[in-house]
């Protein structure tokens, strides 16, 4: 039997040995090449046509399974996006716009893939400044809105400001005050109209009130005023948390004072870089004792000046201090009282002794004092007696008088402008005068103020009669 097979496998191998050996190569290449169905997966990965779509486009995204040979084998891929939806065979559908990852997994192997999306075309208008700041520069700016709601800035815009056309693209507007402005943008067929608040600008300092009025151990809530560099107010909460200090008494970090000692004290509150400083006056309390007190406390008063009443009242706590009742409570002997920022001001007007009294919640003080003139505003010549004549001696002086029509001698000096030098005779401080001849006679004085440092000039002219026989 095996004689028989011999020469048949001999023709059968010589016939494999004449077949080409590339035809061997190519049948072992396909065999390569083949998804081999029973080979484990180790990685995974995503094959994107593009990097950068649009939010109106759709693409579609591919994913292939290779094993520890870098063989591509089958599986099932699960798609899955950030944002967006994908379809089970891996085609975008993008809502909005950004950078959004694509994940693709199998098991536990995963793959990520970031794609950006920009907005569409734009299917509306929309206008993107929410707020202004009063004389601060502010930009308008608009959106292009695509159909899936995203935006996309757009500087071809025309702007009108309530009703009237401003400008194009995204020009700088600066408003001259707070409050409500309409707005309106339009680009090709598409329009769209909002109201804006223009407010304060950015906190710049505190400021306190000018009259704070507390009674010693009474509490007071202090609320400054937060304005920006151009004086407008904003709500205080802006600037941030505070942090308060006063003088005397106690506060905390609301603002909540407590008065103890009556007096002016300095209040300062801060939140961060802005800050801001005020008085507080305490008064005191129920009255046990006053007395009247003039501002400034001086030897002598002047007439036409302003001095401040009040009362130094000792309170039912044991405070002392400073307190200004009504204007009404207070009487005075010449000159006037008045108002001005919740304090009471006496003017005197008359040259002599003059009283004030006052009454402090029943108790009763009366004060005398000394008013002397006030500064020169002008002179004049006083000739006495006033009617001349010849041979008949008169005397002349030179007096100055102030704003209250108080007037008072001066040693000026006098000379003759009509008339005979001669009969002017100088005394030191006054001067006589005897005329010789009939008719007109006129005369300068000059006298310097040294305390205002004005040179003062004045003329007289008188008519010169006939003296006795």
């Given at each position: 039997?095996f004689?028989?097979l011999?020469?048949i496998?001999i ?9 080409p ?5 190519d049948h072992?290449s ?5 998804i081999?169905?029973?080979?484990s997966?180790?990685?995974i ?7 950068i779509?649009?939010?109106d486009?759709?693409?579609t995204f591919?994913a ?5 040979v870098n063989?591509?084998?089958a599986?099932?891929?699960i798609w899955s996006s950030?944002?967006?939806?994908i379809?089970?065979?891996?085609t ?5 716009s950004g ?11 995963t793959?990520?893939f970031?794609i950006?999306?920009n907005p569409g075309?734009?299917?509306?208008l ?7 700041q ?7 700016t608009a959106n292009?809105i695509?159909?899936?709601g995203?935006p996309?800035?757009?500087d071809?815009?025309?702007?009108s400001?309530d009703?009237e056309y ?6 700088v507007?600066?408003?001259?005050d707070i409050g409500?402005y309409q707005?309106t943008a339009r680009?090709?067929q598409m ?5 804006v ?5 950015s906190p710049?300092e ?8 507390v009674r010693?151990g009474?509490?007071l809530q202090l609320e400054?005023?937060?304005v920006d560099?151009n004086g ?13 200090f ?5 506060i905390?970090?609301?603002g909540y004072y ?7 004290w300095?209040?300062t ?6 800050s801001?400083?005020g008085t ?5 309390a129920d009255a ?7 501002i400034?406390n001086d ?6 000046e302003?001095y401040?009443l009040?009362?130094f ?15 009404t409570?207070f009487?005075?002997?010449s000159g006037?009282?008045s108002q001005e ?15 004030i009294?006052m009454d ?10 000394t ?5 020169a505003?002008?002179t004049?010549?006083?000739m006495t007696?006033?009617?001349l ?5 008169s005397t ?11 007037s008072w001698n ?8 009509i008339g ?6 100088s005394?030191?401080d006054?001067y ?5 001849s009939v ?8 006298w310097?103020?040294e305390?205002s440092?004005?040179l ?6 008188e008519q ?6």
């Open positions: 039997m004689r028989k011999l020469p496998s023709i059968v191998l010589m016939l494999l040995s004449t077949m050996v590339d035809l061997d190569s072992l396909e065999n390569n090449s083949t081999m169905p029973s080979s997966p180790v990685r990965q995503i094959t994107s046509p593009t990097y779509m649009s939010a486009e759709v693409v591919s292939k399974l290779y094993d520890s063989s591509e084998v599986g099932n891929i950030t944002n967006g939806t379809t089970d065979e891996g975008f559908y993008p809502w909005n950078v959004i990852t694509i994940q693709a997994r199998h098991t536990n192997l793959d990520e970031n950006t999306v075309i734009g299917q509306s929309e206008i993107s400044i929410a707020t202004g009063v004389l601060q520069n502010n930009i308008l292009l695509d159909a899936r995203n996309n800035p757009t071809q815009a025309a702007w400001i009703g401003f400008g194009q693209g995204n020009p507007w600066i408003p001259l409500s707005l680009l090709y329009e769209a109209t909002s109201t608040e223009v407010v304060a600008g710049y505190f400021i306190f009130a000018n009259d704070i009025l010693s009474s509490p400054p005023n937060l560099v407008y107010s904003m709500d205080t909460t802006l600037a941030g948390s505070q942090l308060w006063v003088e005397n008494g106690s905390n970090n609301t407590y008065a103890s000692n009556p007096g002016v300095n209040v509150v801060s939140a961060g870089p802005v801001g400083t507080i006056r305490v008064v005191p046990t004792a006053s007395s009247l007190a003039i400034p030897d002598v008063y002047y007439a036409g302003m401040e009040a009362s009242r000792t309170d039912n706590l044991g405070f002392s201090g400073l307190i200004t009742p009504p204007i409570n009487t005075v002997s006037t009282l920022n919740g304090r009471v001001y006496w003017t005197p007007m008359t040259m002599g002794v003059q009283t009294s402090d919640s029943g108790f009763i003080s009366t004060t005398s004092v008013v002397e003139h006030g500064l505003i002008d004049r010549i006083k007696p006033q009617n004549a010849v041979g008949q001696q002349v002086v030179v007096q100055a008088y102030d704003l209250a029509g108080n001066v040693n000026g000096s006098i000379e003759v402008l005979n030098q001669s009969t002017l005779v005394q030191q006054y006589t005068l005897t005329p010789d008719g007109a006679f006129a005369v300068r004085g000059s310097f103020d305390v440092g004005i003062f000039e004045s003329q007289s002219i010169v009669g006939f003296g006795e026989l």
